[in-house]
């Protein structure tokens, strides 16, 4: 599996971003996560989605301000940010697994594949 993130860029505190990732192939039960890595700090998680169930999860740090969705026709999953703020900034990855218990879903480390990472700075 191959995944392909784009949609990183400038953008001044308060605004919005959609970043994309779209998979060469994800079928069944596979969860597609968003995880960023800031200056110096280590990665952490933001969000997933089961492509089967539908069901989000996200960190609290960007609960109420970041949706995830998913479009199975296109193997798309999108990651909208609003009311973005400067430590919002990082580099942003998506990635993705196959199966995996559900209490697992915010480790890095419990993901298969990984896409290339996209930059988003927010200027404040």
């Known amino acids: 599996v191959q995944l392909q993130a784009s949609g990183g860029g400038l953008v001044q505190a308060g605004g919005s971003l959609r970043l994309s990732c779209v998979a060469s192939?994800?079928?069944?039960?596979?969860?597609t996560g968003w995880f960023r890595q800031g200056p110096g700090k280590e990665r952490e998680f933001v969000a997933a989605?089961?492509?089967?169930?539908?069901?989000?999860h996200f960190a609290d740090s960007v609960k109420g301000r970041f949706t995830i969705s998913r479009d199975n026709t296109k193997n798309t999953v999108y990651l909208q940010m609003t009311s973005l703020k400067p430590e919002d900034t990082a580099v942003y990855y998506c990635?993705?697994?196959?199966?995996?218990?559900?209490?697992?879903?915010?480790?890095?480390?419990?993901?298969?594949?990984w896409g290339q990472g996209t930059l988003v700075t927010v200027s404040s």
């Open positions: 990635a993705a697994r196959q199966r995996g218990i559900l209490s697992t879903l915010r480790d890095d480390a419990m993901y298969e594949y």
């Open positions: 989605v089961r492509r089967s169930y539908g069901t989000t």
């Open positions: 192939e994800l079928t069944g039960t596979w969860t």
